[in-house]
């Protein structure tokens, strides 16, 4: 199965977490890891199975490296229908108002574009003791456990 494991980050821990998500998936996956910024949402192909990592920025925004999907998103609309994705986002509830903002500004986005998405999505928290390696990975076995059930199905 082809994997885009897309992100948005200001500092590189999106981008860190899907290494980790990659390594986790293993070798039965082609997996493509880009920052937003080099990715045209109107390329995005449905054979393909996208898995969103952002961080949130200043007041619930996309981090900068995400900001010209978003504008492509917005100002394009490119039909999305068949595309199917799963978003995790990185996030500190110090900032409880703008929590996890960014992923969910990404989801909300996608969807509106006749994207599909896979599970619920991941949330880590900063402030929390737990890395974001150790909610991410389970929660992508997860979302592969749901697409290996529909296929099934």
């Keep these: 199965m082809n994997i885009g494991l897309y992100y948005g980050s200001e ?9 980790d998500i990659a390594a986790e998936l293993g070798d039965g996956f082609i997996c493509d890891i880009q920052s937003l910024a080099d990715v045209e949402p109107a390329a995005l192909d449905t054979g393909w199975f996208y898995i969103f990592v952002t961080s949130t920025y200043g007041n619930g925004d996309l981090p900068s490296t995400a900001l010209p999907f ?3 998103l917005t100002t394009g609309k490119p039909d999305l ?43 880590h928290d900063a402030s ?11 929660w992508v076995r997860d979302i592969m456990d749901l697409i290996a059930a529909d296929k099934a199905a």
């Design 128 to 138: 929390g003791f737990e890395m974001p390696e150790d909610i991410a990975l389970p």
């Design 70 to 72: 978003e504008e492509a």
């Design 11 to 19: 500092t590189g821990n999106s981008e860190m977490l899907c290494e």
């Design 81 to 123: 229908t068949g595309l199917r994705f799963a978003i995790f986002g990185l996030g500190d509830q110090v900032f409880a108002e703008t929590f996890n903002h960014g992923s969910k500004k990404l989801m909300e986005m996608l969807v509106a574009q006749g994207a599909q998405q896979v599970g619920e999505r991941g949330l």
